[in-house]
């Protein structure tokens, strides 16, 4: 089998396994769903102060999202013994670092894909542009790049989930940056042109931290 | 041993010598400035702080590729050592940043580009601490915890870039322009040399004193 076949595979796998315990997804949509509703009371419905806020509350509703989905990316592996079992196929490390991350960009969209237009509906807010679709789905890739680095690390420790947070938010500190502002000047109408230089930086992160990443998994995952 | 001892001393004495020239250039030589007044003088300890933050994440970042390269542990023992004191002096900078912050623009914290910068940087050298601290078995925890060298150096220049774009446009660093008096630019150059000295001296320091701690813990291992 050719690489990227092994890399399907593997994404496959966990699609598959997605579908069948629902597991991941549902239950990070019903966080995210949360998280809004909170927000809602802890900032007021004024919407001028919407407004202002909105950039903001999206991402810190999908980064604390994506912590929760990425979490889940490999304590079940842990738990039944699956990464031994890929860890013994004659499949190399990065095969199995581009399925997982695969996997988990695939579950991160889904649940973008539902919690943007609740978003929209919730807050009067016109966040179905394809503006914000680019940046969303640009900063994703980026969560997931170096989300599942940390994941695989995070799985290894004693705490857990405890571990991905502190690892995964301050190294994601620029795309969120870049994330919140491109998205405010988008939805204040600018052009893409006036997007550019944040999604430049998010774009350089996220070929950077893939590149990384792919590097040094091996090293995350032996035993 | 012998030569590590004579090292050791010679680090000393010049860190020495280098730290009374930088005291007596910035307490005496230099002219006060003219606007910020005797605060400004926190410069000369900020940038050389903030330049060690920096040197000492490249340590990290060289001696966990070759950790992970070579896995012989005297990389990551060096490795360890540096965040010690690089978390240290970023602890510091962060500190110096908010004395000379209150008197000049009348608030301890701003987020200013370099500020929040350096702020990130203390939360990835702590996150290096924590995966060390929480994984299961000693070399696992190194192997980690180079990871997290390794990204979070990788990062750094990206995340400078992103909170310096964040906060628009701001004065470039002066020093690059010509526009520093040069008696200030001596200072700060020495100030600067003389906080790398301390820091290769603590390095040393810490290095020697971390191998007699595993030579110990190997001989409790062995005669217990």
């Known amino acids: 089998m050719g690489f990227w076949r092994k890399v399907l595979a593997i994404t496959w796998k966990d699609a598959l396994s997605e579908v069948r315990t629902r597991e991941v997804v549902s239950s990070v949509l019903v966080f995210a769903l949360l998280v809004i509703v909170v927000f809602n009371f802890a900032f007021g419905t004024r919407q001028e102060v919407v407004t202002a806020i909105a950039p903001g509350l999206l991402w810190v509703t999908f980064a604390f999202a994506g912590v929760l989905s990425l979490n889940r990316a490999f304590i079940p592996e842990k738990e039944q013994g699956c990464l031994e079992g890929l860890m013994v196929c004659p499949v190399s490390r990065g095969a199995i670092y581009v399925g997982k991350m695969l996997a988990s960009l695939l579950f991160m969209l889904v649940i973008e894909a539902v919690a943007l237009p609740i978003f929209a509906f919730l807050f009067n807010l016109p966040v179905l542009s394809l503006q914000i679709i680019v940046i969303t789905i640009l900063t994703t890739v980026g969560f997931v790049a170096v989300g599942t680095l940390f994941s695989a690390l995070a799985v290894n420790t004693r705490a857990r989930e405890m571990v991905l947070p502190i690892l995964f938010l301050p190294i994601v500190v620029p795309i969120i940056i870049g994330a919140v502002e491109s998205s405010g000047l988008a939805l204040s109408g600018k052009a893409w042109a006036d997007l550019s230089s944040w999604l430049q930086i998010i774009a350089a992160f996220n070929v950077i931290f893939l590149a990384v990443s792919f590097l040094v998994f091996p090293f995350v995952i032996e035993e | ?224």
């Not at chain 2, 060289?62 to 490795?79: E, F, N, P």
């Not at chain 2, 990788?154 to 008096?181: A, C, E, K, N, Y």
């Not at chain 2, 906080?195 to 020697?208: G, H, I």
């Open chain 2, 1 to 224: 041993m012998d030569k590590n001892h004579a090292l050791k001393t010679g680090l000393l004495g010049l860190t020495f010598v280098l730290f009374m020239a930088a005291l007596y250039l910035v307490f005496i030589y230099v002219p006060t400035e003219r606007e910020m007044g005797v605060i400004q003088r926190n410069f000369y300890l900020m940038v050389p702080m903030g330049w060690l933050a920096i040197l000492a994440f490249l340590v990290i970042f060289v001696c966990s590729i070759l950790y992970l390269k070579s896995r012989s542990r005297s990389w990551d023992v060096i490795a360890l050592s540096s965040a010690e004191l690089g978390v240290l002096f970023t602890s510091l900078a962060l500190i110096v940043g908010s004395i000379w912050a209150r008197p000049v623009w009348g608030v301890w914290w701003t987020w200013e580009p370099r500020l929040t910068a350096t702020l990130v940087l203390w939360l990835i050298y702590l996150a290096y601490f924590m995966v060390r601290a929480f994984a299961a078995e000693e070399s696992r925890g190194a192997a980690f915890a180079a990871v997290v060298g390794i990204v979070g150096f990788i990062d750094v220049p990206i995340i400078g870039m992103s909170t310096t774009l964040w906060r628009g446009m701001h004065p470039p660093m002066i020093i690059f322009q010509g526009g520093i008096d040069p008696a200030m630019l001596l200072t700060l150059i020495v100030s600067i040399i003389a906080f790398t000295a301390l820091y290769c001296l603590l390095l040393v320091q810490r290095v020697s004193m971390r191998n007699d701690e595993i030579e110990i813990a190997r001989l409790k291992k062995t005669y217990s």
